[in-house]
């Protein structure tokens, strides 16, 4: 079966410091890969995807970026946070754009 | 300007009682319908989903949805509540065949109380 490994789970970080959120897939070839951004109060959105091998799209400009060094690897990754960067972070993948996403357990980052 | 509302932000229930969260959505093409749960500190966990065929779907958990074209709603029912369905709620909305582009609602909050 698939599994989605995403880590960590939460991480402190400090304004102007670099981040690398890392996410893997299990048990699954060439997925879309997803990086999703959850604010209290506003619901999903979606920072970046991807589908296949350094093929990233933006969906909004932003202080992060996206790579995908492997098939079934997503990394997220920012040269200095900004305070505005603290939320909760979710990778999911999908086995191709028409089918549902599936999430890992996110990763809550405070940036002070 | 395709959107997902989820008009209520929390809602609280008795174990036991029935239950109906309300989803509606503006969308240009054919939608592909989603309810999606969280629980605290958790990702999201797919309950149902709906492209096609009979407008009342059944997920997981007991839930299901019923899409309602007319109205351009999908709401989420389960006829007895317990205390373990406490979560939070997202409804979603994709074009059918390209979910690349998920919209989600703000989410509705449950409380379950004994």
């Known amino acids: 079966s698939q599994t989605i490994h995403q880590w960590p789970a939460t991480l402190v970080q400090p304004v102007g410091s670099p981040l690398s959120l890392e996410c893997t897939v299990e048990?699954?070839?060439?997925?879309?890969l997803y990086w999703y951004r959850q604010a209290a109060g506003r619901g999903l959105q979606l920072l970046f995807y991807?589908?296949?091998?350094?093929?990233i799209s933006s969906e909004v400009p932003q202080n992060l970026s996206a790579s995908r060094p492997q098939d079934r690897q997503f990394i997220l990754s920012s040269k200095k946070l900004l305070l505005s960067d603290s939320g909760f972070y979710l990778c999911?993948?999908?086995?191709?754009?028409?089918?549902?996403?599936?999430f890992g357990n996110g990763t809550r980052l405070t940036v002070t | 300007a395709q959107s997902v509302t989820q008009p209520d932000i929390h809602i609280t229930v008795s174990e036991g009682a029935s239950l109906e969260l309300r989803c509606n959505y503006s969308?240009?093409?054919?939608?592909?319908l989603f309810w999606y749960v969280q629980s605290p500190g958790q990702g999201l966990q797919l309950l149902l989903k709906?492209?096609?065929?009979?407008?009342l779907v059944q997920g997981i958990k007991g839930f299901e949805a019923e899409f309602k074209r007319s109205q351009s709603s999908f709401n989420l029912r389960k006829p007895s509540v317990h205390w373990s369905d406490a979560a939070e709620y997202f409804c979603?909305?994709?074009?059918?065949?390209?979910?690349?582009?998920?919209?989600f609602g703000t989410g509705t909050r449950l409380q379950v109380f004994p």
């Open positions: 709906y492209f096609s065929g009979d407008t």
């Open positions: 991807s589908v296949g091998i350094g093929q």
């Open positions: 999911a993948w999908s086995v191709d754009g028409g089918s549902p996403l599936h």
């Open positions: 048990g699954t070839s060439n997925p879309n």
């Open positions: 969308y240009g093409a054919t939608p592909y």
């Open positions: 979603a909305v994709g074009a059918l065949f390209n979910t690349d582009k998920l919209i």
